[in-house]
């Protein structure tokens, strides 16, 4: 059964920061794309960074640049984003997914697997 489970959101003061892992499961995590996407109230959900299968090509949306850094693990099966400097307008669940692909991309209809999400919230 294929499984992705985010998990390290919580509250946390603006200037912040926060971790986010997301452990897979069911299927062959070395040969997919892993992303995390992000949705705020009332908002569309967006692409926030996503990395290849071999960790050496990355994407970050504008937004996040130089404040997020995503890594994975393979062996562990388990991919990471690195928050800081946190501000109120990250306030947002956020997603991990998984695309059977070695190029990195932010559609997500790219993304054949999802995780339910962790909430992330930023408010002093």
């Known amino acids: 059964q294929v499984q992705l489970v985010e998990s390290g959101g919580g509250l946390v003061q603006p200037g912040g920061s926060l971790r986010l892992s997301c452990a897979a499961s069911?299927?062959?995590?070395?040969?997919?794309?892993i992303g995390w996407f992000r949705q705020a109230p009332g908002k569309e959900r967006e692409g926030v960074s996503c990395?290849?299968?071999?960790?050496?090509?990355?994407y970050y949306a504008d937004s996040v640049k130089g404040r997020f850094t995503i890594s994975r693990e393979n062996a562990k099966n388990t991919v990471y984003l690195l928050m800081n400097s946190l501000k109120p307008e990250d306030t947002a669940v956020y997603y991990c997914?998984?695309?059977?692909?070695?190029?990195?991309?932010?559609?997500?209809?790219?993304?054949?697997?999802w995780g339910r999400g962790t909430q992330v919230t930023v408010s002093s």
């Open positions: 990395v290849s299968t071999s960790d050496d090509n990355t």
């Open positions: 997914a998984a695309d059977y692909s070695v190029s990195v991309t932010p559609m997500m209809n790219e993304y054949e697997h």
């Open positions: 069911g299927f062959d995590f070395d040969y997919y794309t």
